[in-house]
């Protein structure tokens, strides 16, 4: 045998070992293909994602098609484990960790900020992300964030969620504003000066300018506040 012949065969020999073992092992790829299938039509939106499967797993090729299923009582979720199993001649199962993301637009900051900032539309840029684990919801729209302030800091790129912001306020200690008191009878119309910052929809104190009597009431505009009446 020529020495250039023989170089060839030590070469390849160990691919074609590498061959021969994986000949008649199942792809773990198609089981992964199986289970985000299953279960992207039964998701009510996004998509589904599985974990890949350690690579050391070996299972014998199926002869029939791979089945999908979910266990008794399980229901979909955020992740969700799928099984998939082979009913041919050498049967098995494994159970697939499926992830459904869904994908919206939302704010997330331009630059780091700290706590206290007043958010600006500057501050702020819309992005694709995968909202599918926020809990605490998310905002959309620039004018919902604009005017709010930070109640932590924040780095770059955090997505902006409901819960990190303070409610913008609308009237300062001090200023002058509407109180408006009204029953089913009458509506009754006075000035007075706020006596704490208050957002929308907040309640807040406030002197009738006229009487000097502090009432509470709530903040309903940059200008209004309507009197509690007993």
């Known amino acids: 045998m020529q020495a250039t012949q023989l170089w060839w065969i030590l070469c390849l020999a160990p691919f074609a070992a590498a061959a021969e073992q994986n ?24 998509t589904a994602s599985a974990v890949p499967l350690d690579q050391r797993l070996r299972l014998a090729s ?23 199993r082979c009913t041919g001649p050498q049967p098995w199962k494994v159970y697939v960790p499926v992830n459904i993301v869904v994908t919206e637009t939302v704010l997330v900051l331009a ?16 992005e ?6 926020l809990p605490g919801g998310y905002l959309a729209s620039i004018d919902e964030a604009v005017g709010h302030r930070l109640k932590q800091s924040l780095r770059a790129g955090n ?10 306020l609308l009237i300062r200690r001090g200023q002058t504003v509407t109180l408006n008191a009204a029953t089913d009878a ?21 002197e009738n300018t006229s ?16 009197v509690l009446v007993q």
């Open 23 to 46: 000949d008649g092992l199942q792809a773990l790829a198609e089981i992964e293909r199986t289970a985000e299938a299953f279960l992207a039509a039964r998701a009510t939106g996004g």
């Open 62 to 84: 199926c002869e029939q098609p791979l089945q999908a299923y979910l266990r008794d009582g399980a229901k979909i979720r955020q992740r969700t484990i799928v099984g998939v």
């Open 111 to 126: 630059n780091n900020l700290p706590r206290g900032h007043a958010l600006t539309a500057a501050d702020l840029k819309r």
């Open 128 to 133: 694709k992300r995968d909202v599918s684990r």
């Open 159 to 168: 997505i902006v969620t409901p819960g990190a912001l303070q409610a913008a």
């Open 186 to 206: 009458i509506s009754i119309r006075m000035t007075g000066k706020a006596l704490m910052d208050g957002a929308l929809n907040q309640r807040i104190r406030v």
């Open 211 to 226: 009487s000097g009597r502090v009432v509470e009431g709530i903040v309903r505009s940059a200008e209004r506040v309507e």
